[in-house]
T-cell receptor, first 116, second 115 residues
Framework: AQKITQTQPGMFVQEKEAVTLDCTYD???????LFWYKQPSSGEMIFLIY??????QNATEGRYSLNFQKARKSANLVISASQLGDSAMYFC?????????????FGAGTRLFVKA | GAVVSQHPSWVICKSGTSVKIECRSL??????MFWYRQFPKQSLMLMAT?????????EQGVEKDKFLINHASLTLSTLTVTSAHPEDSSFYIC???????????FGPGTRLTVT
C-alpha cells in the first residue's frame, strides 16, 4: 500500500511567490515523523524540515513551513518567496516508530520549477 | 554539520563484474546505515538496512546475494553489486541516522553505469 502520496509530478511558481507542495500519508502508528527533502540535479538529498506526530505546532525553518493536518493525514510543504535556486525535486518522507525508528520511506516526488 | 561520504561518486563497469560502494559517516558513529536505489526521475527506494556487527536486513524483492552489504565498523558500510548487469545501472544513496536525533544524513550518491 502506498504510504506516502505526492500527487503533483511537477509544479511551476513565479519567483518571489509562495508555493505549496502536497503530501498525504497513511499510517496506523501513532508515533511517526514526517520529513521534506530537496534533491537538486546534483543528486544530493538536502533535509528541509521535520514534523513529529505529537508536535502541536506546525514546523517552520526559514522560508519553509509544514502545514500539518493530522486528521487529514496531510503534511504539505509551503515555500515562501520562491527563489530560482529552489528549482529541484522535492520528496516527502515518513518514518514510523514501529519500524525501529529510522527506516524512512519516500513519496514519488514533485519537481518544482521556479520561473524568473 | 554531520557528513556522510560515498565513494566512488560514479563508476562504469562491464556486465558481469562486481562493484563496491563505500559509505562513511565522517564525524559520528552509525550502528545503522541505509542503502537506497534511485532510478532516473523516480523516488528513492530502500534496499536494505545495514547493521554494524550483524547481518543486513533486506527489503522485499531485493536479492541479498546480489547486493552484498557489510557494516564493518561504526563508520563504514559497503554495498557490493555482484555480477552487475545493465539493469543494475542506477543512483545508489546511503544514509546514516545521527545518534539521539530524528535526523539522518545522506551521502552524495554513487552513479553506477553497467555496460
Amino acid at each position: 500500500a502506498q504510504k506516502i502520496t505526492q500527487t503533483q509530478p511537477g509544479m511551476f511558481v513565479q519567483e518571489k511567490e509562495a508555493v505549496t507542495l502536497d503530501c498525504t500519508y497513511d499510517t496506523s502508528d501513532p508515533s511517526y515523523g514526517l520529513f521534506w527533502y530537496k534533491q537538486p540535479s546534483s543528486g544530493e538529498m538536502i533535509f528541509l524540515i521535520y514534523q513529529g506526530s505529537y508536535d502541536q505546532q506546525n514546523a517552520t525553518e526559514g522560508r519553509y513551513s509544514l502545514n500539518f493536518q493530522k486528521a487529514r493525514k496531510s503534511a504539505n510543504l509551503v515555500i515562501s518567496a520562491s527563489q530560482l535556486g529552489d528549482s529541484a525535486m522535492y520528496f516527502c518522507a515518513m518514518r514510523e516508530a514501529n519500524t525501529g525508528g529510522f527506516k524512512t520511506i519516500f513519496g514519488a516526488g514533485t519537481r518544482l520549477f521556479v520561473k524568473a | 554539520g554531520a557528513v556522510v561520504s560515498q565513494h566512488p561518486s560514479w563508476v562504469i563497469c562491464k556486465s558481469g563484474t562486481s562493484v563496491k560502494i563505500e559509505c562513511r559517516s565522517l564525524d559520528f558513529q552509525a550502528t545503522t546505515m541505509f542503502w537506497y536505489r534511485q532510478f532516473p526521475k523516480q523516488s528513492l527506494m530502500l534496499m536494505a538496512t545495514s547493521n554494524e556487527g550483524s547481518k543486513a536486513t533486506y527489503e522485499q524483492g531485493v536479492e541479498k546475494d546480489k547486493f552484498l552489504i557489510n557494516h564493518a565498523s561504526l563508520t563504514l558500510s559497503t554495498l557490493t553489486v555482484t555480477s552487475a548487469h545493465p539493469e543494475d545501472s542506477s543512483f545508489y544513496i546511503c544514509s546514516a541516522p545521527f545518534p539521539d536525533s530524528y535526523e539522518q544524513y545522506f551521502g552524495p550518491g554513487t552513479r553506477l553505469t553497467v555496460t
